[in-house]
């Protein structure tokens, strides 16, 4: 039993005025039901350094059906650890019952769902034990990071903290909670978000935690790749992205899971994160014009990778990487017994491998859609066509993130004024119409239309009656 310390309303910054009003009325029903709640994790972190959270998520002694039966507005989301997503229109307030972590092979099944097997696929990439109910001491010492494991309890709006985060944070320093060398192996993500989390509020990470990331950055590959990806977008979203993959490279976390990456290091990559962070620091929060495609434009055009990748050719190391490894061996063989196994014939079509960034899968559609927001630069710059011209282009699907990209990456304020003049005389809307001659590619990314097949009138007299 650790006794916590706890910080008096007087003596820290945090003040109800910055808490989502939404938070409160959470935080206040679930008092009101005498069940122990606070604001926990991030957003205290960010509270404390004067920064406006993301999310406001609550850690209670509730469970989540209790949590439900409370809230008519609450949904219950999760498989294994069941969470409680209390919805206030289009916002979402987190609820999760604390959790502690116990000896692998003594995990609770809860609501019925066992626990996955970690030697099958579906669970060779999840924690194992960190699936059963707690106390508030328990659910701290289970966090990645010593900053993230602080309480906000609205009872009495002190800070409470059981792992010394509140020194860490007027430190400026990101230190893991337990041995390193233990956390890291079994969450590898931990790795990205500390390099990430760094950058982000300008904070140094502790050295013994900085050097089992050295010592351990192989593991990174054991990750599930899309939530690795997941955590990609995440940093290029938070305004810090140049200084976030500038660690990231530094201790080679990205040679195991995004060669490209890490071979492309340079001036332009850092660049043209550069004008990302630069443009998101414009906002409060996440603009609308961000959208997946703009977010990883700025990762694959400064590398030069194609966007018109050849049908079943993947990128050149993914390339060399099968032929290493003897892949068009075997599927020449597989191929040749095509007729062997099942009676299949070997001229079967095969589906074209998806585009992806090293081992990370990237959807298919924000690859298009950003092939079609770099194709429409070159009309973008060209100002000799017509006004009606010009007016026909604004009105495209994709002109709003074009024009996004433009901004960011133009180096060009004069034509983005232009625009946005065109714009502002009503010459773009949100309705997406093609300007004559386009082709299917040129267009928007809008689902074609199916006709609507015709019936015969019922009881119609047929030709034989």
């Not at 910080?7 to 009101?32: F, G, M, N, T, W």
């Not at 206030?88 to 307030?93: P, T």
Request: some cysteine; proline content about 6%.
């Amino acid at each position: 039993m650790v006794e916590p310390r706890i910080v008096p309303r007087e003596e820290h910054p945090i003040s109800r005025r910055d808490i989502d009003p939404d938070a409160l009325k959470v935080l206040y029903r679930l008092r009101q039901y005498e069940y122990t709640a606070y604001l926990v994790g991030g957003s205290v972190r960010d509270l404390f350094l004067g920064r406006r959270p993301k999310d406001f998520d609550i850690g209670t002694s509730a469970h989540p059906y209790q949590v439900k039966k409370l809230f008519r507005n609450c949904w219950i989301i999760g498989r294994r650890f069941r969470l409680a997503h209390v919805k206030f229109g289009q916002k979402v307030i987190e609820v999760a019952t604390f959790r502690r972590q116990v000896a692998a092979g003594e995990e609770v099944v809860q609501d019925g769902v066992p626990a996955p097997d970690p030697t099958t696929p579906e669970g060779e990439h999840l924690i194992h034990r960190d699936n059963t109910f707690g106390t508030p001491e328990e659910d701290a010492f289970r966090r990645d990071f010593t900053i993230n494991a602080l309480f906000y309890d609205i009872a009495n709006f002190s800070i409470i903290d059981y792992v010394g985060g509140l020194d860490d944070l007027r430190a400026g320093l990101v230190r893991s909670i337990g041995d390193p060398d233990v956390r890291l192996k079994e969450d590898p993500v931990r790795m990205i978000r500390a390099i990430a989390l760094a950058a982000r509020l300008d904070f140094t990470i502790e050295p013994t935690l900085l050097e089992s990331i050295r010592a351990h950055r192989q593991e990174i590959a054991k990750s599930s790749p899309p939530r690795l990806l997941e955590e990609y977008y995440k940093i290029l979203r938070a305004g810090s992205s140049e200084k976030a993959f500038r660690g990231l490279a530094e201790v080679g976390l990205l040679q195991p899971i995004s060669s490209e990456l890490h071979k492309g290091a340079a001036e332009p990559l850092w660049q043209a994160l550069a004008s990302l962070d630069a443009y998101r620091r414009r906002f409060d929060s996440m603009p609308d014009t961000l959208s997946n495609g703009i977010l990883l434009g700025s990762l694959l055009v400064p590398l030069g990778i194609s966007l018109h990748p050849a049908r079943g050719a993947g990128t050149r190391d993914q390339v060399e990487s099968r032929s290493r490894s003897g892949g068009d061996q075997v599927e020449s063989r597989s191929s040749a017994g095509g007729d062997e196994v099942g009676g299949r014939s070997d001229r079967t079509p095969r589906r074209a491998p998806g585009p992806r960034l090293g081992e990370l899968p990237l959807a298919r559609r924000d690859i298009e859609r950003l092939r079609l927001i770099v194709s429409l630069q070159r009309r973008l710059r060209d100002l000799s066509a017509s006004p009606k011209a010009q007016r026909a282009l604004a009105h495209r699907a994709i002109f709003r993130e074009a024009l996004t990209w433009l901004e960011i990456h133009g180096g060009a304020p004069e034509l983005v004024e232009h625009w946005k003049a065109i714009l502002a005389e009503g010459g773009g809307t949100e309705q997406a119409v093609d300007a004559p001659g386009d082709t299917e590619d040129q267009r928007g990314l809008r689902p074609r239309r199916r006709r609507r097949r015709r019936r015969g009138r019922r009881g119609a007299p047929t030709s034989g009656s």
